[in-house]
């Protein structure tokens, strides 16, 4: 007989999630709601478990997903996540987003794993499915444990292999498996009322293996490099640079929305249009900069940036005080380390010089960023859709 756990009953769930993870740990599988979809988990430690939790599903060959705390944790299976993994890391989890990426690392942490659970979790190019879930159940459980839950959706597969329909309520658990599960944990309607969506990265290729909660225009947009160019007020140098480093990509990718490129200013206003030497510098060279609007630096420009390029080291220094945990995305424009002179107030030659200063720095940093900072879908398209098998996940 399934005993049910009924977490909307109580205001302190402790007693519910300390006995959750003592089965967990003594080697249970246990159903509980993730924001998608409600799923089986598995310590994955206990291969018994694991092994039982495959059974449960049905006749699918698809791999298992592993649930994990946090992007950090993550990172120690997978070592050395590529750009484009490490983007969608950043802007998707916690969420709703399973992320297919090699663990052949030689220090991945999957070696620590028994070799049957490896085997039930490991897929094509050494991949495996992991999930960070936005959900306060599973963050409290993964609280108490060290190893990772091996996590796969809590409905039946079909003898063609296929998933049958999801389940986003604990009725639907027990109209299927009651009895076979001794512990189901009942949180109401997930959040999503949706799968997670699935996605494949290897280097800089990334494919869609299902289109869930998050959408195929939404992904394509994630997937998406940002490059922030930063001086003082954004109404001189920084536009500039902005407006220069976005035609050498138009160049060197052949699209002009491949990457999204921004300028903001530390001390800036909103809404100032850039100086005019700036508008008739660029004008100079067939590129408008006359729709351009300053903008402070932020948190929502932070948080998705992937590499930020600075005028002069006191910007950075500014930067990195306000944001210490970007020390890795955040550089000088110049290579040197030093300053590009601001212009203001100077005439239009000067601006000409730091356009010509600034272009060169640019070109050096695209040489520098290398392929792997691009994202290449697997198709023309920019994914290809796969059977909902290929990645078992909640």
Known sequence: MTKVFDLRRTDDPRDFIHRTVQALTEGQVVALPTDTSYGFAAHALTQAAVEKLFEMRGP?????????????????????????????????????????????HPHSAIKQLPPGVQDLILGEHHGVGFRVVDHRILEAIHRFMAAPLVLAGAHRVGENGRSGKSNFDAQG???????????????????????????????????LLREGVIERAAMNQFVKPVIVLVCTG?????PM????????????LGREDAVRVLSAGVAASNGSCASPQSIEVMGERSLDLTGHASQPLGDEIMNVADLVLTMTRAHRAAILAAWPEMY?????????????????????????????????????????????FFPTPADANGSTESSDEDQESA
Request: glycine share 8%; hydrophobic share 30%.
């Open 60 to 104: 699918s060959t698809a791999p298992l997903a592993i649930s994990v705390r946090s992007r950090q944790a993550a990172e120690d299976f997978y070592c050395e996540p590529s750009p484009v993994a490490r983007r969608l890391t950043h802007r998707c989890w916690p969420g709703p987003l399973t992320i297919v990426t090699p663990c052949d």
């Open 173 to 207: 658990v027990l109209d299927q498996f009651g009895g076979e599960v001794p512990l189901l944990l009942d949180d109401g309607q997930t959040r999503y009322g949706g799968v997670s969506t699935v996605a494949r990265v290897i280097g800089s290729r990334w494919e």
């Open 234 to 238: 954004n109404t001189c140098r920084s």
């Open 241 to 252: 640079a902005e407006t220069l480093m976005r035609e050498q990509l138009r160049k060197k």
């Open 328 to 372: 890795d995305r955040v550089f000088t424009l110049r290579h040197d380390g030093g300053d590009i002179t601001d212009p203001i107030g100077m005439p239009v030659e000067t601006y000409r010089q730091c356009a010509d200063q600034m272009e060169n720095e640019l070109s050096a940093w695209l040489e520098k960023l290398g392929d792997d």
